[in-house]
């Protein structure tokens, strides 16, 4: 089955940026997602790209995606205290039974020393 | 918009009891809802997906006698954990797509909930 593999940790100081990267092995994948996990709770969605795409940027979020390497990462500058979380690198493939299933990275959790 | 809310948020039971976990979309409409679970430091595991009105698929070695997964509406789901064991305490989340959006139009947005916490003693 498809893969996700991502950094389990990464700490950062305030105001410096993060790259959180990530690797797949699904060929197939039209959408690629970043999520947000605070502390016990759900995800949020931060920002997404498709997969015909190089970059996208919103705001202080920068993704790249090698389609070529099957790489994805997530810049974020300026980082501050509030963005320390766990964040998912998730992507989309093909429809499978009529519906497309997500797969989920194994989350790297950024601490942001102040 | 698209919030989607669950039901309880932490729940504590004795082993060999049934639990039921409400997942509901608020101001939206989801045909489609789907159910993960999560373990302490590990990624989101999809258990099934759960379309209104008809039985819900489930992913390989997830047992659907276990997990009960019901989606009589299209703004509610709920999974009941039969039988809970010890093994089965996780972080429950579920997750809405809004059916105003169809698949291929968009990104694929799904909407998650805070998700629950369950502890079987």
């Known amino acids: 089955g498809e893969d996700v593999e991502q950094s389990l940790f990464l700490s950062v100081r305030e105001g410096d940026s993060s790259v959180i990267n990530c690797t797949y092995t699904?060929?197939?994948?039209?959408?690629l997602y970043w999520y947000k996990q605070e502390p016990g709770a759900g995800l949020q969605l931060l920002t997404y790209i498709f997969s015909n795409m190089d970059m996208k940027q919103d705001q202080r979020l920068t993704v790249l995606l090698n389609k070529k390497d099957k790489h994805l990462s997530l810049r974020i500058a300026d980082t501050q205290t509030g963005d320390s979380a766990i964040y998912f690198c998730?992507?989309?493939?093909?429809?499978?039974?009529?519906?497309?299933?997500?797969?989920f990275g194994t989350g790297t959790k950024l601490q942001v020393i102040p | 918009g698209a919030v989607v809310s669950q039901h309880p948020s932490w729940v504590i039971c004795k082993s060999g009891t049934s639990v039921k976990i409400e997942c509901r979309s608020l101001d939206f409409q989801a045909t489609t809802m789907f159910w993960y679970r999560q373990f302490p430091k590990q990624s989101l595991m999809l258990m099934a997906t759960?379309?209104?009105?008809?039985?819900?698929?489930?992913e390989q070695g997830v047992e659907k006698d276990k997990f009960l997964i019901n989606h009589a509406s299209l703004t509610l789901s709920t999974l009941t954990v039969t039988s809970a064991h010890p093994e089965d305490s996780s972080f429950y989340i579920c997750?809405?797509?809004?059916?105003?959006?169809?698949?291929?139009?968009?990104?694929?947005?799904?909407?998650f909930g805070p998700g629950t916490r369950l502890t079987v003693l």
């Open positions: 759960s379309n209104e009105g008809s039985k819900a698929t489930y």
């Open positions: 998730a992507e989309t493939g093909g429809m499978d039974g009529g519906y497309q299933k997500v797969t």
């Open positions: 699904d060929s197939s994948s039209t959408y």
């Open positions: 997750s809405a797509r809004d059916m105003q959006k169809p698949w291929g139009a968009t990104y694929n947005e799904q909407f």
